[in-house]
């Protein structure tokens, strides 16, 4: 009976192993996007923020990048893609420039110490008539 016991609990745990599933895992909820390149151009480091894959509005950030920087993304459509930079303590001169589906949005430059500049962009919503 001992034996046994230990058989149904060595099944379950297998089966929990191989199931692969995680019961406590949400499935991750799927937002149409739309490719985004941003690219930051210039000489020495900068700090970078920029929208990326996430829904909820987050941004990522790259601290002392060293440019010429560039980075391609899927953002979800009804967040605003936008790249931010920030020069360094040593100055110098950057310029952001941003592209939606392989179309020019925005540049902006900045230079000088702690010099910075913004690029934004705007996607529609997803449950937006299209044009």
Known sequence: MAGAALAACLG???????????????????????????EVTGEGTADITYQGRSETG??????????????AVEVP????????????????????????????????STAGRFGRATCAGRLPRPDAPEN
């Open 58 to 71: 987050k941004a990522s950030v790259v601290k002392a990048a060293t440019l010429p920087w560039r980075q």
């Open 77 to 108: 459509l009804g967040q605003d893609p936008v790249v931010s930079i920030v020069l360094d303590s040593r100055g110098g001169q950057a310029r952001c420039a941003l592209t939606i589906r392989g179309q020019y949005v925005q540049s902006a």
């Open 12 to 38: 379950l745990v297998l089966y929990g192993v191989l199931d692969g599933r995680d019961g406590d895992t949400k499935a991750e909820p799927t937002v149409p996007t739309a490719p985004v390149t941003y």
